[in-house]
């Protein structure tokens, strides 16, 4: 079965045009992994400005990634009105109203104004993601598509290994003796101590915006060229042709699940783990580096990629081996203590790094003119990201943060059985 033909593939398929397509896309996963990765710091951050309980400080996470779920559709309505370029730059505009939104917030003290702020950024996200993620993975052959999202995996989790030691040198600076203060200090004293706490955010959150502005107008003015993922050629097209639905896809239906549980679990490694460091006795001033530790993990896992597939290990290998490492490193941390247990959950970057660049090619292989919905479908499935930390959030407070790890092991279950058998599945 060959793969969806790519409008204009003289010019697309350049060697230099391609480069550096791939260079601007890079760009922009780039700026996915800052935003995305700023949420490690503010779940404890905004735990304490805001007196917040797990399982409210994790809807965080849920504001941030149900936007996925929400705007996924629509944003590939969007992107048949606006095409790529300009859908790229519009994303980018709205991430950067949702940056703004953080100002009264900050100066109000007020959660909900965060959760906003932290939605409206998502619904960028998921203009932006609906566009990159399919571009990138036709952008050249499929077999080696995981090896060009491995790159783009570097260019993310770089910029999110470097945003949480950004933010959190700012927004949780003296933090945890600001945090024994609280404990016995006068109630209208408190009030302003943690109103000065909420307003640290105000700054880096405006320099934000000013860069996504800048990027909006770069990426609209630039010479990324456009692909029609609608087209199919004639193998395709005749095998597609008794196809009506989406639905007649199951492999891609099993994809979108394993994804979503997989967002699940990389954000439950990356988000809770500064908490969970806390929990196990270690100090904020230290803790805040263990969301930087997973991401380097993953860029360790990205560079495995890029180095062995397709040549040494096939997409499918690499995500089984992938879903066995997260199971034996989820039980390790559940069953260890202290900094080693914590350890065990940043190493879980590791486990998670393939797992992204292999589902997605694998699920729309075959779709054709189906692509774009089909994208729309695995962007929806982002939203694992919102629904899993609040499982977790809710264990954590039911027993304790150790204790809730248990949700991961059934997530790496079922993306073992999709690298297995479930991508097989095929409907005539």
Known sequence: ?????????VEVNKSSGTNKSIFIIGALFFIFGFV????SVLIPYLQIACELNYSEAYLVTFAFYIAYLVMALPSA??????????????????????????????????????????????????????????????????ESAAKRISI??????????????ILGAIALKDVDA??????????????????????????????????????????????????????????LAN??????????FPHLLLGALALFLYVGVEVIA?????????????????AKFFTTYTLIAMLVGYLIGILCIPKYLSQEKALKISAIIGLVLGLAAIFTDGFISVLCISLLGIANALVWPAIWPMSISGLGRFTKVGSSFLIMAIAGGAIMPLVYGYFADLSSPQEAYWVVIPCYL????????GYKIRRD
Do not use: H
């Not at 940056?99 to 619904?123: D, K, N």
């Not at 783009?152 to 030691?165: E, L, R, T």
């Open 152 to 165: 783009m995996g570097i260019c993310n989790k770089v910029a999110g290994s470097i945003a949480p030691i």
């Open 1 to 9: 079965m060959k793969d969806p033909i790519i409008a204009n593939p």
């Open 36 to 39: 995305t990765w700023l949420n």
């Open 77 to 142: 309505w969007i992107l048949k009105i606006t095409g790529f370029k300009k859908g790229m730059s519009l994303g980018l505009l709205v991430m950067a109203v949702g940056s703004l939104i953080f100002v009264p917030a900050a100066y109000s003290r007020t959660y909900e104004l965060f959760l906003l702020g932290l939605f409206v950024q998502g619904t960028g996200l998921a203009i932006l993601q609906t566009a990159a993620n399919p571009y990138v993975t036709i952008l050249g052959p499929i």
């Open 414 to 421: 079922f993306i073992l059985f999709f690298a297995t058998s």
């Open 239 to 248: 095998t597609n042709s008794k196809k009506t639905s989406i639905f007649q």
């Open 270 to 286: 990356g988000d809770t783990v500064i908490i969970y460091g806390v929990a196990q006795g270690i100090s904020f001033a230290n």
């Open 178 to 235: 600001l945090v024994e203060n609280l404990k016995t200090m006068p109630t209208a004293q408190k009030i302003v101590e943690l109103d000065l706490l909420s307003e640290r955010v105000i700054f880096p959150y405006l320099v934000m915006m000013a860069v996504l502005i800048v990027l909006a107008i770069l990426i609209y003015f630039s010479t990324l060229p456009e692909v029609d993922t609608d087209q199919e050629d004639e193998e």
